[in-house]
């Protein structure tokens, strides 16, 4: 567990199951996290926690806030590459969670994390373009675009562009 006067990054546990569970459920919100949005049963959640969570290439964190260690999200980070320091990030805050500093103080845990940890020196994402909200979240932490798919992801019938963004970790 990692965290400051705020919030931790932990491990799941079966107590987190319901809340995550409404994050996965939350269509609109999987919708612009690039995911296939799709009802999850608490087996499907746990399934996918235990997924993600086990890969040998990257880590999940559940967000919790430090006094009450209620559940404000997750934060994972997939194909790390140790030989070029370089990983995939995913963020999801609960959306009545947004605006509130705990994305910004998740990362700022996370990346200080994988440096120090796993000598990671580059994180990569990718954006849709139109999520104004999110780019402008990732511009604020320092994130830069690397590029764009254009007309790249099929959602609601319609294809969307994409947005690479990296960020360089090391000083």
Not at 5 to 18: C, E, F, K, S, Y
Not at 79 to 96: F, S
Not at 146 to 165: C, P, Q, S, T, W
Request: one cysteine or more; proline letters at 3%.
């Amino acid at each position: 567990m990692i965290g400051d006067d705020r919030i931790v990054l932990r491990a799941w546990t079966p107590n987190d199951l319901d809340a995550l569970g409404e994050l996965r459920n939350d269509l609109t919100l999987q919708e612009m996290l690039m995911s296939q949005p799709r009802p999850n049963s608490s087996d499907r959640v746990r399934e996918w926690l235990v997924e993600k969570s086990g890969r040998d290439d990257g880590v999940f964190f559940v967000i919790a806030a430090r006094d009450s260690d209620r559940v404000l999200g997750y934060v994972q980070v997939v194909n790390m590459n140790a030989m070029h320091g370089t990983a995939e990030l995913g963020i999801c805050i609960g959306p009545d969670q947004q605006g509130s500093g705990y994305g910004s103080a998740a990362m700022n845990l996370l990346e200080d994390y994988l440096q120090r940890v796993f000598n990671m020196r580059k994180l990569l994402l990718h954006v849709f373009a139109d999520n104004d909200g999110a780019v402008k979240f990732y511009f604020g932490l320092g994130f830069e675009e690397a590029g764009r798919m254009k007309r790249h992801f099929l959602n609601n019938g319609e294809y969307r562009d994409v947005i690479i963004m990296e960020k360089f970790l090391e000083p």
